[in-house]
């Protein structure tokens, strides 16, 4: 990290907030870092408050790829994407002064709507009903159809959001150094007209996922990539694959993912 000396925080703006960043502030010009005030201009962003606000400052900063990306808590506990505490000041100074840091590198999911919109996901793109009714979708792995789904909506997962939303729904937890896709299903009715695979699957990086949604009275389902909202209604088609670019985060020498998973979840 000696090479790279600007510094953008990402953080509420609120007069608690602002009291907190405070000393963060102050470390940076300590140990001569330079806070710039446009995103742009940083080489290191930080976000400061917890994982929705890192994934907040990896789509609002564009997820930039020649920028690393690093995660500082400000709850009680650390986080999947915050390798650190607010209150552990003496952890950033070895991390800055010490290289205790390694890069870890998340894949990250392109979405195309209708062949127009396009967004990027760090967590997960998510479809569901937009009324209280199921829907029909058309489920298709490189052109090639593999079930017709009905439900209430389906999760598609990065490795590192693989223990979101997708964990909540009996979804498996993904190593991120597997580049892949992970399906997972919301509440699927299966019946002699309707039948699915009833279980999440993974797809490898080279995979293309398209889901076409039946045109029967449910045309304005409720779309989400990460912790956001899509304002897109009227929807036809969806695809899905990896970018092929990854966002470079900060990962302490003793934190790996799996140690995450454990303090998180056991």
Same mark, same amino acid.
């Given at each position: 990290?000696s090479d790279?000396?600007?510094l ?13 960043v405070?000393?963060l ?26 994982d929705?606000?890192?994934l ?12 690393l990306?690093?995660?500082i808590s ?7 994407y ?9 952890k950033m ?8 840091v ?11 709507i ?5 967004? /990027?996901c !760090?967590?997960?793109?998510s =479809?569901? %009903? +937009?009324?209280i *009714?199921?829907?029909?979708?058309? &489920? ?7 079930e ?15 223990t ?10 993904v ?11 919301l ?5 002699n007209?309707? /039948?699915? !695979?009833?279980?999440?699957? =993974?797809? %490898? +990086?080279?995979? *293309?996922?398209?889901?076409?949604? &039946? ?10 990539m ?11 088609s ?8 990854k ?20």
């Open positions: 990290m790279r000396r600007n953008y925080f990402f953080h509420h703006h609120d007069a608690q907030m602002m009291d907190q405070a000393s502030y102050e470390l940076a010009d300590r140990y001569d870092f330079h806070v710039v005030d446009n995103p742009n201009e940083a080489n290191i962003i930080v976000s400061v408050g917890g929705g606000t890192f907040q400052a990896v789509r609002k900063t564009g997820f930039r790829q020649d920028a990306y690093a995660g400000t709850t009680g506990n650390l986080s999947m915050c390798d650190f505490h607010i209150s552990e000041t003496s100074i070895d991390a800055m002064t010490k290289e205790q390694e890069i870890r590198r998340y894949p990250t999911i392109d979405i195309l209708d062949d127009g919109s396009s967004f /990027r !760090l967590n997960e793109f =479809i569901r %009903s +937009g009324i *009714k199921t829907f029909v979708m058309d &489920v298709f792995i490189d052109d090639f159809h593999f017709t789904f009905r439900g209430d909506g389906m999760i598609l997962a990065t490795p590192t959001g693989s979101a939303y997708n964990k909540s729904v009996n979804g498996a937890v190593d991120p150094m597997l580049p892949c896709i992970q399906v997972s299903e509440a699927s009715l299966n019946n007209r309707y /039948r699915t !695979l009833g279980s999440s699957f =993974i797809l %490898s +990086g080279e995979r *293309k996922l398209k889901l076409k949604i &039946v045109q029967a009275g449910n045309d304005y389902p409720i779309m989400g990460d912790n956001e909202a899509l304002s897109i209604q009227h929807v036809k969806i695809e899905a694959k990896l970018s092929g670019e966002i470079k985060t900060v990962k302490l020498k003793d934190n790996s993912f799996w140690e995450k998973v454990k303090r998180t979840f056991l």
